[in-house]
């Protein structure tokens, strides 16, 4: 008999949580190329200056005022957002990545919230929303929900950016993926243990479009090799759309 599929969908993300909480020390291996996450001089060089690409595009973007930073991790964007924000919201489902955070940045101007981005509602308006390689763990039928969130988090005004991976990195990541239509995918720790999670590649010109239709005005831009984002704005129609569910 199979699950319901509300019942499948929480453990998913159940699931996904319980990753990033048992991945948190090691996060940071991976954004730095460390230890298993080292692909070479030129692979990491070719990353490091992609990275620098985004940074400079927010940078340009200048996330100012007031801020809200979903699935904030371990701080990596957070302290890049402190340069411009007065103030941030930093949202995570793991306390573990929050401490982490918190102890990056010891910033007095960053609210620290945990919980789930699926449950979780603002209390404020925020004049910018970020989320970095967040997107891409948004299982494709909470997608046009996930987005409706965003909507209703934005000052009149308000404005979106986000970061997230083009591509699977490795043959090995590649072929751990399920049947493609399920986007699924294995990821391993440390330690061995594996923890299947969503992991959706976005095609630029498809999730351009898509989010046209659902009412904003998103570029959606690539690096060369590894890196997707985006910027934009809710259109007037989507506002109003906004506006009239709220």
């Given amino acids: 008999m199979s699950e319901p599929p509300d019942a499948a969908d929480a453990r998913i993300v159940e699931q996904q949580i319980s990753y990033y909480r048992a991945r948190a020390p090691e996060y940071d291996e991976w ?21 620098e690409e985004v940074r400079e595009e927010l940078s340009r973007f200048h996330p100012a005022g007031e801020v809200l930073e979903l699935a904030c991790g ?6 890049q957002l402190a340069r411009y924000a007065d103030h941030i919201t930093a949202v995570d489902a793991s306390p573990e990545v929050l401490k982490l955070n918190r102890d990056r940045l010891r910033d007095e101007r960053v609210r620290f919230v945990r919980a789930d981005m699926f449950g ?33 988090t934005l000052k009149p005004g308000g404005r979106v950016f986000f970061v997230d991976s083009l591509r699977a990195e490795t043959p090995a990541e590649k072929n751990r993926r399920s049947a493609p239509e399920d986007h699924m995918i294995l990821r391993k720790l ?19 479009s898509r989010l046209h239709g659902l009412g904003w005005n998103v570029r959606v831009c690539t690096t ?23």
């Fill in 31 to 51: 954004f730095f190329r460390h230890g298993r996450h080292d692909r070479g001089i030129e692979w990491n060089r070719a990353w490091f200056s992609e990275v």
């Fill in 74 to 79: 371990t701080g990596l964007w957070t302290e």
């Fill in 190 to 208: 440390n330690d061995g243990r594996e923890f299947r999670i969503v992991k959706v590649f976005h095609d630029p010109e498809e999730l351009s």
């Fill in 120 to 152: 979780w509602r603002p209390d404020v308006a925020y004049d910018v929303v970020f989320f970095g390689f967040w997107l891409s763990h948004v299982p494709p039928e909470r997608f046009e929900e996930f987005w409706g969130l965003v909507g209703s």
């Fill in 224 to 246: 060369e090799n590894h890196l997707l984002y985006g910027f934009g704005e809710p259109s007037p129609r989507g506002r109003d759309s906004t506006a009239t569910s709220s």
